[in-house]
């Protein structure tokens, strides 16, 4: 099987052989079919992406479930997002919170974000604020840009947090390096503020500008306003 999926994967990049999807997924399906949880999760993405093979969602969960089965977090991440969706198996919260969760214990970065949403919305489990907070702040700190401009806002409002706005200002700082448009903005209001960070309109202008380039309205107003 581990031969079949390296196969497969030659075919997909074009290593040593012609670029092919459609050989690629017959290999992926001989390695999936033996159990191989990589190939599996490569089939099932071949599947929702219609890569060498006809667009199936529900195939396309199928190889997910039987891969995150096996503990693979990236196609637990995946099937969460099918039943969060109810793209190819019926839309359901509460399993997309615990696959999810599944994800989550190994430390998937996505899934720490999706479900922060999840606990922060009260969407397929009880609302429970702090614990969004707690997992915006494993996201956030492995880089994910939107879990650090929720954990900002969370910081700037007091939302399951104390209030910090030195702390928000760090956050958005991280994702507006990203280039996170509502971060570029809220880090621009914060520089006119002065909240958490001192006054600096220069500053100011350079963050709204960022986000007016991307198309944030606010930012081109309060833009419009400063010059």
């Known amino acids: 099987a581990d031969a079949q999926f390296l196969l497969a994967l030659s075919y997909k990049d074009g290593n040593d052989v012609p670029k092919d999807f459609r050989e690629a997924a017959v ?6 079919d033996q159990g191989h949880a990589d190939a599996q999760f490569y089939l099932a993405q071949s599947y929702k992406e219609g890569l060498g093979v006809l667009m199936d969602n529900h195939a396309a969960a199928t190889w997910y479930k039987k891969a995150a089965s096996q503990g693979h977090s990236d196609a637990q991440f995946f099937l969460a997002r099918c039943f969060e969706n109810g793209s190819g198996v019926p839309q359901s919260s509460e399993q997309a919170v615990a696959w999810y969760t599944q994800a989550v214990d190994q430390r998937h970065t996505g ?11 009260g969407r397929g489990v009880q609302q429970d604020i702090k614990k969004a ?5 494993r996201a956030g700190g ?3 840009s939107d879990a650090q401009y929720y954990l900002a806002s969370c910081y700037r409002e007091g939302t399951g947090v104390y209030q910090d706005s030195v702390q ?6 991280r994702a507006a390096e990203q280039g996170h448009a509502n971060a570029e903005y809220y ?7 002065g909240d ?12 709204f500008t960022k986000a007016a380039e991307q198309g944030h309205a606010a930012a081109q107003r309060n833009l419009d306003d400063l010059l």
């Open 142 to 144: 492995s880089g994910h």
């Open 187 to 193: 880090l621009g209001v914060s520089y006119v503020e």
């Open 133 to 137: 907070v707690e997992l915006y702040t």
């Open 168 to 173: 928000a200002v760090q956050w958005y700082s």
């Open 27 to 32: 290999w992926y399906t001989r390695a999936a």
């Open 111 to 121: 899934a720490e974000f999706n479900l922060a949403r999840c606990y922060d919305l």
């Open 196 to 207: 958490g960070v001192e006054k600096n309109e220069k500053q100011a202008v350079r963050w």
